[in-house]
């Protein structure tokens, strides 16, 4: 892609970096399926030891025994509803699978997660991860945001002010959105404001098997 400028000037936007947004069907019916569960699931979650955050419920490490919620029917038909989604973003036929588990995130107020990526086993390989809001107001609550991955070589060059658009990306999501990106980019979950109403997502991370 290039834009150009009066005269002879010409900017060439190179190694874009992308990020897909799409809409899952029937989310208030999977609301209704899981959001209970989780609820239920909150007294013995935690975050993981080696989390910045202290204050996030999350099933990352696996859900509580006896009170799993995305298992069973309930993982074919989240399944289901991913491979659906997903498949519209794509050009080409895919084949697919989630590498280890769905997971679900669940923030209340002041609720946060630090900058991170997806890619921490070198020896698992990812190509995908995605991020679901089941449960999202945009009123009170805030996307996750994506960092520049050459931020830190942008600090030892110059930027035009035209052509600069900052360090972070905030996509504008609403309940239902589906996220998708590559797994190495690094993204962030800001504090969430004083609320009643949970921010639950759902993430998972894939590997493509086919690609056309």
């Known amino acids: 892609l290039f834009v150009a400028f009066e005269g002879m000037a010409l900017a060439y936007n190179i190694f874009p970096v992308t990020i897909y947004k799409t809409r899952i069907k029937d989310n208030d019916f999977l609301k209704e399926k899981i959001v209970s569960g989780v609820e239920a699931a909150l007294p013995e979650?935690?975050?993981?030891?080696?989390?910045a955050t202290d204050n996030l419920k999350t099933s990352f490490e696996g859900e509580p025994k006896?009170?799993?919620?995305?298992v069973?029917?309930?993982?074919v038909l989240l399944k289901k509803y991913y491979s659906d989604a997903i498949s519209e973003i794509f050009d080409r036929e895919i084949t697919w699978e989630i590498a280890d588990d769905i997971w679900y995130n669940y923030?209340?107020?002041?609720?946060?997660?630090e900058l991170h990526e997806h890619i921490a086993?070198?020896?698992q390989k990812i190509h995908f991860s995605c991020?679901?809001?089941?449960?999202?107001?945009r009123e009170v609550h805030t996307p996750a945001e994506f960092q520049?991955?050459?931020?830190?070589?942008?600090a030892h060059s110059f930027s035009l002010d035209k052509d600069f658009v900052g360090d972070f990306f905030v996509p504008q999501v609403e309940e239902g959105d589906l996220i998708m990106f590559p797994s190495y980019l690094q993204h962030r979950v800001l504090p969430q404001k004083l609320s009643d109403i949970p921010r639950i997502t759902l993430s998972f991370n894939f590997r493509l098997?086919?690609?056309g």
């Open 45 to 51: 979650l935690d975050s993981p030891e080696d989390w």
């Open 66 to 70: 006896g009170k799993e919620v995305l």
């Open 72 to 75: 069973g029917k309930n993982n």
């Open 107 to 113: 923030y209340e107020r002041g609720s946060y997660q």
């Open 121 to 123: 086993d070198p020896f």
């Open 131 to 137: 991020i679901h809001y089941l449960s999202y107001d």
């Open 148 to 154: 520049d991955p050459i931020s830190a070589i942008r």
């Open 209 to 211: 098997l086919r690609y």
